[in-house]
């Protein structure tokens, strides 16, 4: 498998990162050197196993269904970039 | 007093030899005058410390003191600290002032301990020099012109130059091991969920794990009794009974059976490394230890399976990063997606952006079993190869990191030779084991060698006890780069 310059365009934009040519060109040359050692994993025959997605196989807890969190919201808006009555603010999306 | 240990600072303390503002203070006045330097603190905030040291003063003369009540420590920047900047290296987070404390912080403040700083780290915890900091490298105080590893780089010079006691550090591939190694000091990541990750700005959430950093395996074990713990709003926090990790220090290590793979001593390891490696195995010989042959075949594919894992991870927890609710925004865009597009573009460091276009390319759609689900299954293959070494030893022991500490710039244009500098850490994490990294001797050059000690699953007291008991008999923990004791 050989990755191409449109490859990396393409998960750039489904990543949301902007990328010129020339990075577009660098990471490309990356990537593939990259790409390079993952590609040892395909020399190995994996039929039968199962996946591992933790290290310790456990189960995911369930807690009560009670009120935990507190009402933060001013503390947590000072941070944010734009905020006005409460709300983010981000460019318009419907015209 | 900077050379102290903890546990001896811990006993000055509590003899009233001097209070937590005096032993602040001078390690204040030391970062003053050497972290420009060394570059290994982003953020100092004096008045602050020394508020929380007259508070842990007050708390000893009401008799309320416990064992590391006053004493200062530096906090990867990482760990989200009520009220300090935690950048995590990057510029997307350059003015973010966390509104919380991680568990972390949070148990070590209850603990009473006086936060000096936040450490320098590669942008996102992810490298393994500190060179991919927006804030600039941190420099090996061993040789100015060598890197102290990664990703806890910071962490491991603060603790190694003497300008903290210990320091927090997290590890997802080697990034507690591989810098204390490169920087001669001690360092543990706990087995997979025994210290919570609340707090701790996320990179590949089945591997981070965040460990204590200190110059010898009793103060490592002092501190990760203040940070181990269940805490419930981490969902992988283990339900792990609470264990005093000082418990096994002075037992004798008659009858232990050390393990050695033979894949941890082939073609790539420098030699100098070797040598140290061999000789540190000699002194456990001594102090009774049996040494067994032992093989990981799965261990090559470590890398290349963290590879897809890691950054798969990364590409998900970093998507929270899109300059609406916190951390940088662009300044000028055209619509909503030239507006995330920008932000995460100048937000972003290289290395940064290289894992999460990897990880998107290995999630998305027609790859996701090639790269993804067979990693996952190779993961398993990894975790086995431990598993069948456990019945035939008690300990793992191997080099932490196949070189020495490498020049500034010399592996930062090519990422695949920095990613192997983890090729003995990262089986470790994909298996969820519990690792740490001792001093055991110099290359020809003077730069510290680092002994790697794998547990099984919670056996950290019996690494300490191992790591101890060679302490008591060596000296290599004590040394000092020169102009630091």
């Known amino acids: 498998m050989a990755l191409t310059l449109d490859d990396v365009r393409r998960v750039a934009h489904l990543a949301r990162i902007a990328v010129d040519d020339a990075e577009a060109e660098a990471t490309l040359a990356q990537l593939t050197r990259v790409f390079g050692l993952i590609e040892q994993m395909q020399a190995v025959d994996v039929a039968g196993i199962e996946p591992m997605a933790h290290a310790q196989d456990m189960v995911l807890r369930l807690r009560t269904d009670a009120v935990t969190e507190s009402d933060q919201r001013e503390l947590f808006q000072q941070i944010a970039p734009e905020v006005e009555a409460g709300l983010y603010l981000v460019p318009k999306v419907i015209e | ?229 269940h805490d419930a709003r981490d969902s992988t926090s283990l339900e792990h009974p609470a264990e005093d990790y000082l418990r096994d220090l002075a037992r004798p290590l008659a009858g232990l059976r050390i393990g050695l793979p033979r894949e941890f001593f082939a073609s790539g390891l420098a030699p100098d490394v070797q040598r140290a490696v061999e000789s540190a195995i000699d002194e456990y010989r001594k102090l009774g230890a049996t040494v067994v042959d032992i093989s990981l075949p799965n261990m090559g594919l470590s890398v290349p399976v963290y590879y897809v894992l890691a950054p798969a991870e990364a590409s998900s927890n970093l998507s929270r990063f899109d300059g609406v609710r916190y951390g940088h925004r662009a300044a000028g865009y055209s619509d909503l997606s030239d507006m995330y597009k920008r932000t995460r573009a100048e937000g972003f460091g290289a290395e940064v952006k290289r894992r999460i276009l990897i990880g998107t390319y290995v999630l998305s759609h027609g790859y996701y079993d090639a790269y993804y689900i067979r990693a996952q299954k190779l993961r398993r293959l990894i975790a086995a190869d431990f598993a069948a070494a456990f019945r035939q030893c008690d300990i793992i022991m191997g080099p932490t990191s196949p070189t020495t500490a490498f020049k500034l710039g010399e592996k930062s244009a090519d990422p695949v030779q920095m990613y192997l500098s983890d090729i003995y850490t990262i089986a470790v994490n994909l298996a969820g084991l519990p690792g740490m990294s001792i001093p055991c001797g110099f290359d020809t050059g003077g730069l510290p060698v680092g002994l790697q000690i794998i547990g099984n699953y919670f056996a950290e007291a019996r690494m300490l006890n191992v790591a101890h008991q060679y302490q008591r008999v060596t000296d290599w923990h004590q040394r000092a780069p020169e102009g630091m004791a």
């Open chain 2, 1 to 229: 007093m900077s050379n102290a240990t903890l546990k001896e600072l811990s006993a000055q303390l509590a003899a009233g030899t001097c209070s937590s503002v005096e032993l602040t203070q001078e390690f204040l006045n030391k970062i003053n005058r050497l972290n420009k330097d060394l570059g290994c603190f982003v953020t100092l905030d004096a008045a602050r410390s020394l508020a929380q040291a007259q508070a842990a003063d007050a708390q000893r003369a009401a008799g309320r003191a416990g064992p590391l009540t006053g004493i200062p420590l530096a906090h990867k920047d990482i760990f989200c600290a009520r009220d300090w900047l935690t950048t995590c290296g990057s510029r997307m987070l350059e003015n973010f002032v966390a509104p919380y404390d991680a568990h972390v912080v949070e148990q070590c403040n209850r603990a009473g301990m006086v936060t000096l700083g936040k450490t320098n780290m590669d942008e996102f915890a992810m490298g393994s020099s500190n060179e991919t900091s927006y804030f600039g490298p941190v420099r090996n105080p061993w040789q100015r012109e060598t890197v102290p590893g990664g990703s806890s780089g910071g962490s491991a010079v603060a603790v190694a130059a003497r300008l903290a006691p210990a320091a927090t550090g997290t590890d997802t591939g080697g990034s507690i091991r591989q810098p204390a190694a490169l920087t001669g000091i001690c360092g543990l990541k706990p087995t997979y969920g025994l210290v919570s990750r609340y707090g701790m700005i996320a990179f590949a959430s089945s591997l981070d794990q965040a460990g204590p950093m200190a110059r010898t395996a009793e103060d490592l074990a002092l501190l990760l009794n203040v940070m181990a713990g």
